[in-house]
């Protein structure tokens, strides 16, 4: 991939990414109101821990992810599929995964973090991720730099030993997980 332009000019990208509104509407309740922007990867800058992509509607986004993250994905293509799935915190976005479709055949979630999450897995109810649901929910523990799959719908990930409503629709491909909130 490498660095197509100055530290600064992609530092001014990110910074505009970051500021600049969703692109999908919020999903779920709760405090923390989650969103994705689903496009194609534009570039990877390891030299600053980011990366661009262009959203399905043109936006140029940037998020600034973690050394562990960028390394996990370098390997990726400008022109790639990818989500960013991320949650609203007032004016803070703070990023929960960010996926390739297509990159696997199965739905695989690695762990980025630096600690052991739990993914927690369910069915749709009423065509919809994040409903409650009368089957009780798969959960899955995954290690700092390990990785684990799931059949169900809908998803959502937490720290080791708390919960979440898996409110995220499951897709073939990878998810990288970056920060995994109760």
């Not at 332009?5 to 923390?32: E, I």
Request: charged share 20%.
């Amino acid at each position: 991939m490498g660095n197509r332009g100055s530290g600064p000019v992609f530092g001014v990208a990110l910074l505009l990414g970051l500021c600049s509104g969703a692109s999908a509407p919020a999903q779920g309740t709760g405090a923390l109101a989650f969103r994705s922007v689903h496009g194609k990867l534009e570039m990877i800058n390891p030299s600053v821990n980011g990366v661009a992509v262009v959203s399905d509607e043109g936006q140029r986004m940037a998020w600034q992810f973690d050394a562990r993250v960028i390394e996990r994905i370098k390997g990726f293509k400008k022109g790639d599929p990818v989500v960013v799935i991320y949650r609203q915190r007032g004016a803070e976005k703070a990023v929960t995964a960010i996926a390739f479709p297509g990159a696997a055949e199965t739905p695989v979630y690695v762990n980025t973090t630096d600690q052991r999450v739990t993914l927690v897995s369910g069915p749709m109810v009423d065509g919809a991720c994040g409903k409650p649901s009368t089957e009780p929910f798969r959960t899955t523990n995954i290690l700092s730099g390990g990785q684990a799959e799931t059949s169900d719908a809908c998803w959502c990930c937490a720290p080791a030993g708390d919960t979440c409503t898996p409110a995220n629709k499951t897709g073939l491909g990878k998810a990288f997980l970056t920060r995994c909130y109760e």
